[in-house]
């Protein structure tokens, strides 16, 4: 059994949350520019991998404005009280992406179009991985010191925008260098299989967070967090 750590005082609650909201609209910014520039490069490339990418920015952007709505609350308590809400809006964002991403795969696959080669999509890919790391790391430590399972989920969107932007960087080197055209897609439905995982945890609220001393846990590592009031 791991010792609990101290939930905040009321100040470094306040400190915390306006640091959420920092990362948030940080977040939001990003994924805005990158969402476009991934989208249109994307079509014009004929890459499902790429528009993938772009789209799942899309969704980060909702991801962080839902909890960026969340802690718009005046109280504690009612920042609590939208945790589970906003959860659901993360999953079901998840959700659509994968299902978007897998149709669009399979289509490519089967014949429905082959991606060229895209260098705003294999420089969008790298500054991505470079830049999302350290995003995700501070909003899972603000989080964490929180107790929201929502600050961790959200921050779990960005990590997940550092994978793709691994798989999405090999999938376009690939099929530029050896013209692998199956290379794009295959790295589309890698995307959303991350997707699937990650919306069914953001559902049932699972996070691996540092959970304050309030919110009573039996487990160590990864728990559900449930409300204080």
Known sequence: MTALSPAPSPQRRAVLARRVRWLVAATITYNAVEAVVAITAGTIARSGALVAFGLDSVIEVASAAAVAWQFSARTPDLVQQREKRTL??????FFALAAYVTADSLLALTGGGTAEHSTPGLVLAALSLAIMPGLSVAQRRTGRELGSASA???????????????VLLAGLAVNSLLGWAWADPIAGLVIAAVA???????????ACCAVPATVASKQSGCSTITPTP
């Open 196 to 206: 699937v995982k990650e919306g069914r945890e953001a559902w049932r609220g699972d």
């Open 88 to 93: 659901r809006i993360i999953a079901v964002s």
């Open 152 to 166: 961790v989920a959200d921050s779990k969107q960005t990590l997940l925008c550092t994978y793709l932007s691994g």
